[in-house]
């Protein structure tokens, strides 16, 4: 089975729970940002940037969430609860900054321990997201 790599990663926020969540996994031409509504993607979008130009890609992914979330029926929709950032083209401290700024709520970007995955050893958690993902699929 072929899957995109942020297939995997955004397993990890589906988990069962309800409200919105933010996925940015980075490789070494930009970022791939999954908005997340339950355990459903509500919105995918591949850009393609440097590394100069990110925070202002980022502000606008923002700030089409903000957009979305509050039209129609989900006006009174809360604002993300859960944002994992993947990869190393994303300052995971300049994201959570950017998103405090854009919607006004603070955010930490989750970790291994915060979405249940124990890894032995000096493996990092960025390098398993993906393929621990996909092996979650199976259950």
């Not at 990663?9 to 339950?38: C, K, P, Y």
């Not at 590394?51 to 992914?61: N, Y």
């Not at 890894?119 to 699929?137: M, Q």
Request: a negative charge; glycine letters at 8%; aromatic letters at 6%.
């Amino acid at each position: 089975m072929i899957l995109p790599r942020h297939v995997g990663e955004e397993q990890w926020l589906r988990n069962g729970r309800q409200g919105d969540g933010l996925l940015l996994t980075s490789h070494e031409e930009g970022f791939t940002a999954v908005l997340m509504r339950d355990s459903r993607p509500l919105s995918l979008r591949s850009v393609f940037c440097d590394r100069s130009e990110c925070d202002d890609e980022l502000h606008r992914i923002l700030l089409f969430y903000c957009d979305r979330a509050g039209s129609g029926a989900q006006a009174s929709a809360p604002p993300f609860e859960r944002l994992l950032v993947v990869g190393d083209f994303l300052d995971k401290k300049r994201v959570e900054e950017i998103a405090e700024d854009t919607l006004g709520i603070k955010l930490k970007p989750l970790d291994a321990d915060d979405v249940g995955l124990l890894i032995p050893g000096d493996l990092e958690f960025d390098d398993l997201a993906a393929p621990a993902g996909l092996a979650r699929l199976a259950w």
